[in-house]
């Protein structure tokens, strides 16, 4: 069965600082990952994901990611943060295979401080 | 493309009363699934359509729990008898295709039960 860990359930840095929320992943292959931004009362919207090809990714809003498939992980980082990235951040899988079951970690609230 | 549609947004409903909420997927979008957020939680897995026919269910779902997609395009989750554990979030989601290919999701039906 595959799983996504999460590390940090609160992460605060100062805005114009480096953001970096960690994603570990567990899987028997190397599954699809994502990373979903949820704003307060919202729903989920794709920052990103990597499904095959080139492990760097980039997303919106300056966001990119890593899939190492050696470390299992596929760490978010943005250079600079602002004010409008408060939000929390959720790490997800999908089988490579079959149909798109999503296992989500259990989120990461980023705070950033002015 | 209008997005995922959430119908109520939020509910208010005693204890022991049934509940529907509907879910209009992106238009030619065939699959659908159904997950349920907790505070502070990620989205848990409750269901799965590919057109009409109901792929899988969670053992999240419990009996009181029937999910549909009559026709392959809007689906509807109802709660029966509900109980006070049932507060939660309700996300719908919907994608086409294969396992990489990307899921989007409602903004959500906040159900409190009082």
């Known amino acids: 069965a595959q799983s996504v860990t999460q590390l940090g359930s609160h992460v605060s840095v100062s805005e114009g600082a480096l953001v970096l929320l960690r994603c570990n992943y567990s899987?028997?292959?190397?599954?699809?990952l994502f990373w979903y931004v949820q704003y307060p009362n919202q729903g989920l919207q794709l920052l990103l994901k990597?499904?095959?090809?080139?492990?760097l990714v980039k997303g919106i809003n300056g966001f990119e990611a890593e899939f190492k498939k050696s470390e299992t992980s596929f760490h978010l980082t943005k250079p600079s943060a602002h004010m409008s990235d408060a939000a929390e951040y959720f790490c997800a899988s999908v089988n490579s295979g079959g149909y798109q079951k999503v296992t989500f970690g259990t989120g990461t609230k980023l705070q950033v401080i002015p | 493309d209008t997005g995922v549609s959430q119908d109520p947004r939020h509910k208010i409903t005693k204890r022991g009363q049934n509940v529907t909420f509907r879910c209009d997927p992106i238009s030619e979008h065939n699959r659908l699934y159904w997950y349920r957020q907790t505070l502070g939680q990620g989205p848990e897995f409750l269901t799965y359509f590919q057109n009409e026919a109901q792929l899988e269910k969670s053992r999240l779902l419990s009996d009181r729990f029937s999910a549909e997609r009559p026709k392959g395009s809007f689906s509807t989750l109802e709660i029966q008898r509900t109980e006070q554990g049932d507060s939660a979030m309700y996300l719908c989601?919907?994608?086409?295709?294969?396992?990489?290919?990307?899921?989007?999701f409602g903004e959500g039906s906040w159900l409190t039960v009082v």
């Open positions: 899987s028997s292959v190397p599954p699809y």
């Open positions: 989601a919907s994608s086409y295709g294969g396992s990489g290919n990307t899921i989007y």
């Open positions: 990597y499904t095959t090809g080139a492990t």
